[in-house]
């Protein structure tokens, strides 16, 4: 390998785009096909480090190069480790995406287009989905940052892989300040996991039941209660503190989850604080709001 092929300034830009069927790979490649990445669909695994080579030599916009892979490919192989592997010795830096979804939303995703999941064969569609599930069991495990695509729709999911993959440094550490509702569930790709339920909950405020933590009444009524801006700052500090570390182990993404009961208002204006905070630190950080609109 030349050294110009082994420095930072000449290095391609590589996503590798894997996950379960029906969990949003398709959206996830037309959103990088938004931010510039030329896209390939369905490469077998076996011609990912002759892809990444191809784009090198290309220069250009295929510099920014997107492999998505796909279980229903004769030739896909289990050993994506192995693959990415293979392109860092390389001298290549692929980030690998992992989209997923409960099997209960997978279901209803296959049922709602009337076509049978690819592994399924001549069992039940649970079937197929379990099936690929304990495929991909090693490529989730080792994956960049994983999408939980569940509770998202096309729009949301356009939004969180722009917000991901736009124009700012790569190899900088990207924050997910992420608020949820408790009574949905637990967020599976969460780094941290925070509650806000501490706080007193503005539903219970006649005035501030049907407004959201995004507005200015709801905001100042929780960043107002006792203790909320230490809880801020406290974690403030400690992500800040952490962040050169995982940039250091090469880690790109962190999610930091925020619950509340309900995911609308305490959890929703605690983020927005959080990242504002964070990003007053110099740190890439955005908010999402995976329940708000919910109730």
Not at 77 to 84: I, K, P, R, Y
Not at 219 to 241: E, K
């Given at each position: 390998m030349t050294e110009a092929m082994e420095s930072d300034e000449a290095g391609t830009d590589l996503v590798v785009v894997t996950g379960l069927s029906g969990g949003?790979?398709?959206?996830?490649?037309?959103?990088?096909?938004?931010?510039?990445?030329?896209?390939?669909?369905?490469?077998?695994?076996?011609?990912?480090?002759?892809?990444?080579?191809?784009?090198?030599?290309?220069?250009?916009?295929?510099?920014?190069t997107a492999m998505v892979l796909d279980?229903?490919?004769?030739?896909?192989?289990?050993?994506?480790?192995?693959?990415?592997?293979?392109?860092k010795e390389r001298g290549f830096a692929p980030r690998v995406v992992f989209v997923d979804a409960d099997?209960?939303?997978?279901?209803?995703?296959?049922?709602?287009?009337?076509?049978?999941?690819?592994?399924?064969?001549?069992?039940?569609?649970?079937?197929?989905?379990?099936?690929?599930?304990?495929?991909?069991?090693?490529?989730?495990?080792?994956?960049?940052?994983?999408?939980?695509?569940?509770?998202?729709?096309?729009?949301q999911l356009r939004r969180r892989v722009e917000e991901l993959f736009g124009g700012e440094d790569s190899r900088k550490l990207r924050?997910?300040?992420?608020?949820?509702?408790f009574k949905y569930g637990l967020p599976p790709d969460a780094d941290y996991v925070l509650d806000a339920r501490f706080l007193p909950n503005p539903f219970w405020v006649p005035e501030l039941r049907e407004h959201t933590g995004l507005e200015e009444g709801v905001?100042?009524?929780?960043?107002?209660?006792?203790?909320?801006?230490?809880?801020?700052?406290?974690?403030?500090?400690?992500?800040?503190?952490t962040a050169p570390g995982f940039e250091r182990e090469g880690k790109r993404y962190l999610t930091v989850a925020i619950g509340c009961t309900g995911g609308k208002h305490r959890s929703v204006a605690i983020s927005e604080?959080?990242?504002?905070?964070?990003?007053?630190?110099?740190?890439?950080?955005?908010?999402s709001h995976r329940d708000l609109g919910r109730e």
């Open positions: 949003g790979r398709s959206t996830v490649a037309r959103a990088l096909e938004n931010v510039g990445f030329y896209v390939v669909d369905n490469l077998p695994q076996a011609l990912m480090l002759e892809m990444a080579e191809l784009a090198f030599a290309a220069g250009g916009a295929a510099r920014r279980v229903r490919s004769r030739a896909f192989s289990t050993d994506l480790t192995g693959a990415v592997r293979a392109l099997d209960e939303v997978l279901i209803r995703r296959f049922e709602s287009v009337r076509r049978s999941h690819p592994l399924q064969g001549d069992g039940r569609l649970a079937d197929g989905i379990a099936a690929e599930r304990k495929l991909l069991e090693e490529a989730r495990e080792q994956s960049d940052v994983i999408i939980d695509t569940s509770h998202l729709n096309v729009n924050i997910t300040v992420l608020s949820f509702g905001s100042s009524y929780v960043l107002g209660q006792d203790g909320a801006t230490d809880f801020v700052g406290t974690y403030a500090g400690l992500i800040a503190s604080e959080l990242t504002a905070r964070l990003s007053a630190m110099r740190l890439s950080a955005h908010a």
